[in-house]
């Protein structure tokens, strides 16, 4: 069974800083870790983070500039640098993965990270 174990999440103050990171601790060959996403109170999910292999990575415009996504070599491990962070970055934020197989793709995500950004 795939797993995704995110660590990194907190209160924070605006204007301060967090790191988010998700590992796939089985390391199995055919899953790679993606992006990043958030759940933001009443909102729906949105993408915030996206690694892309072929050209630049993704972000949402309002991260532009102050969050940085990276991943490790092999794949396996995803980390979210979030600086000066504002109020309205406050939620929940998943990390995604997608497993490769004959036939398609399948999709799996992190236990979610709370991030609550206030005074």
């Known amino acids: 069974q795939i797993q995704l174990v995110e660590s990194g999440g907190g209160l924070v103050k605006p204007g301060g800083s967090l790191t988010l990171t998700c590992v796939e601790p089985k390391r199995t060959f055919s899953v790679w870790v993606t992006g990043w996403y958030r759940q933001s109170p009443g909102k729906q999910r949105e993408l915030v983070a996206k690694?892309?292999?072929?050209?630049?990575?993704i972000y949402e415009d309002s991260v532009k500039g102050r969050f940085s996504i990276a991943r490790d070599y092999d794949k396996k491990t995803l980390y979210l640098g979030m600086k000066n962070l504002k109020p309205e970055d406050t939620g929940v934020y998943y990390c995604?993965?997608?497993?490769?197989?004959?036939?398609?793709?399948?999709?799996?995500w992190g236990q979610g990270s709370q991030v609550t950004v206030s005074s």
């Open positions: 995604h993965a997608i497993l490769y197989r004959p036939g398609g793709t399948l999709d799996y």
């Open positions: 690694i892309i292999d072929s050209g630049q990575d």
